[in-house]
């Protein structure tokens, strides 16, 4: 089936099912990544916003020199 033909088709759908659609696919996806994309017992990094003093600063320097231009 043409995707073109396919589209208008479920343009007609009610909402649930374009729901139950949206969830169909993303499942299908899932299934098709790598199974050893992540892995039990791994660990891995993310950012944080913790111990970020420097932009902390920056930020607290920022509003401070716009609170002083608003008192002018």
Do not use: H
Not at 36 to 42: E, I, L, R, S
């Amino acid at each position: 089936m043409p995707l073109g033909e396919l589209i208008s088709q479920i343009q007609e759908l009610p909402k649930i099912d374009k729901l139950r659609l949206m969830q169909f696919l993303a499942t299908e996806l899932v299934k098709e990544e790598d199974a050893n994309f992540f892995v039990a017992n791994q660990e891995y990094p993310i950012w944080s916003p913790y111990n970020c003093s420097e932009a902390a600063n920056v930020l607290m320097d920022l509003l401070a020199t716009k609170q002083q231009e608003k008192n002018g």
